[in-house]
Nanobody, 119 residues
């Protein structure tokens, strides 16, 4: 059974920084793209950033220049470093990964971690 476990959420002041991490565990043959999504109250879940297995990255326009996504393939872990946080960054952040097991490829989601930006 594959699990994605996030950590690092919490309360942070506007303009501050916060780092999130998400580790995949289980019998994993490989992982392709890993990403972060977020969902604010009353809004749809949106892509924040993703990183390919080769390290290529892509960001939502709203976070470009402020957030950095990275991954450690040896640890099956993806990170999101957030800086210059704004009130509108408040959301539940979810990690996502395309994971290969003996059953084939499937997308997995973390349980979500709350990030609250205060003024």
């Amino acid at each position: 059974q594959v699990q994605l476990v996030e950590s690092g959420g919490g309360l942070v002041q506007a303009g501050g920084s916060r780092g999130l991490s998400c580790a995949a565990s289980g019998i994993i043959y490989g992982i392709d793209a890993m990403g972060w999504y977020r969902q604010a109250p009353g809004k749809q879940r949106e892509l924040v950033a993703f990183v390919s297995s080769g390290g290529s990255t892509n960001y939502a326009d709203s976070v470009k220049g402020r957030f950095t996504i990275s991954r450690d393939n040896a640890k099956n872990t993806v990170y999101l470093q957030m800086s210059s946080l704004k009130l509108e960054d408040t959301a539940v952040y979810y990690c996502n990964a395309g994971v290969y097991t003996k059953y084939g490829r499937r997308e997995y989601w973390g349980q979500g971690t709350q990030v609250t930006v205060s003024s």
